[in-house]
T-cell receptor, first 113, second 113 residues
Framework: SQTIHQWPATLVQPVGSPLSLECTVE??????LYWYRQAAGRGLQLLFY??????ISSEVPQNLSASRPQDRQFILSSKKLLLSDSGFYLC????????????FGNGTRLTVT | AQSVTQLDSQVPVFEEAPVELRCNYS??????LFWYVQYPNQGLQLLLK??????LVKGINGFEAEFNKSQTSFHLRKPSVHISDTAEYFC???????????FGKGTMLLVSP
């Protein structure tokens, strides 16, 4: 069966420091991969998605970036964190079929101080 | 473009009472509809999905939803809620031609004894 791993679970970082969040999927190949951010009362905001290795689509201009160095690995990064980057970050995947649902990781709670 | 409106940010209800969480979507083409549940500090878990066929779909934990094309709605219902149903519920839509899922802002279901 397929599983998704996301780490770390919580992270406290100072303003201006770099960020790297990692997400991997097991038990499938060529998944569509997604990064969402969830801020209180604002629902889920799609940040990036990828339909294949090296293919990244950005939904919202940010100081964040994403990379997909391997088929089942999706990384969210920042060179310099801002206070406004605090939030709950969720990685998700789905098969390539258009009617397939998203499957989420357990999320990373990021606090920028 | 696709959008989702969840009209209620919070729904308080007593245990064993019925509940309906409302969801309306905006789309000009055929859609796939989903409901997810999120417990505190966790990722989202798929409750149910509408892809095609019968407009009444049943999901996990005794929840069901009805797709109403004329009213562009996909309301979630449960005839008798439990304390353990306390969580945030998200409605989501994807147009058949899109790779991305658009989420509503969520409805917090608060079940009290």
């Amino acid at each position: 069966s397929q599983t998704i791993h996301q780490w770390p679970a919580t992270l406290v970082q100072p303003v201006g420091s770099p960020l790297s969040l990692e997400c991997t999927v097991e038990g499938t190949s060529n998944p569509n991969l997604y990064w969402y951010r969830q801020a209180a009362g604002r629902g889920l905001q799609l940040l990036f998605y990828s339909v294949g290795i090296g293919q990244i689509s950005s939904e919202v201009p940010q100081n964040l970036s994403a990379s997909r160095p391997q088929d089942r690995q999706f990384i969210l990064s920042s060179k310099k964190l801002l206070l406004s980057d605090s939030g709950f970050y969720l990685c998700a995947w789905r098969p390539g079929q258009p009617n397939s649902p998203l499957h989420f990781g357990n999320g990373t709670r990021l606090t920028v101080t | 473009a696709q959008s989702v409106t969840q009209l209620d940010s919070q729904v308080p209800v007593f245990e064993e009472a019925p509940v309906e969480l409302r969801c309306n979507y905006s789309s000009s083409v055929s859609v796939y509809l989903f409901w997810y549940v999120q417990y505190p500090n966790q990722g989202l878990q798929l409750l149910l999905k509408y892809l095609s066929g019968s407009t009444l779909v049943k999901g996990i934990n005794g929840f069901e939803a009805e797709f109403n094309k004329s009213q562009t709605s996909f309301h979630l219902r449960k005839p008798s809620v439990h304390i353990s149903d306390t969580a945030e519920y998200f409605c989501a839509v994807r147009n058949s031609g899109y790779s991305t899922l658009t989420f509503g802002k969520g409805t917090m279901l608060l079940v009290s004894p």
